[in-house]
């Protein structure tokens, strides 16, 4: 059984940051790639950024160049550091896992229960 737990969320004035964390425990293959989705009222949950044990990592365009996905081992936490927060950002994040690239990326077979994040104007 896997189990992730996130942690971190909050409320922050745009142009702040936050950190999110999120640490799994269970079957470590089935949490080879890992990454953060994000769902706002009202819209689809979307992927936010992902990344996989050998190094392969991806962000949606939206967050590019201000979220920063890491993770030091498959071991251990994997973290997105927020940065330049801004409204749009404003959603429940969700740390999910797989035990693929492709999963991760599309269907990922494990859930966190969600942190909300809000951004403020």
């Known amino acids: 059984q896997v189990q992730l737990v996130e942690s971190g969320g909050g409320q922050v004035q745009a142009g702040g940051s936050l950190r999110l964390s999120c640490a799994a425990s269970?079957?470590?293959?089935?949490?080879?790639?890992m990454g953060w989705y994000r769902q706002a009222p009202g819209k689809q949950r979307e992927l936010v950024a992902a990344i996989i044990a050998g190094g392969s990592i991806t962000y949606a365009d939206s967050v590019k160049g201000r979220f920063t996905i890491s993770r030091d081992t498959v071991k251990t936490p994997v973290y997105l550091q927020m940065n330049s927060l801004k409204p749009e950002d404003t959603a429940v994040y969700y740390c999910?896992?797989?035990?693929?690239?492709?999963?991760?990326?599309?269907?990922?077979?494990?859930w966190g229960q969600g942190t909300q994040v809000t951004v403020s104007s």
């Open positions: 269970g079957s470590i293959i089935s949490f080879i790639a």
């Open positions: 999910a896992a797989s035990p693929s690239w492709g999963g991760i990326l599309s269907r990922p077979g494990y």
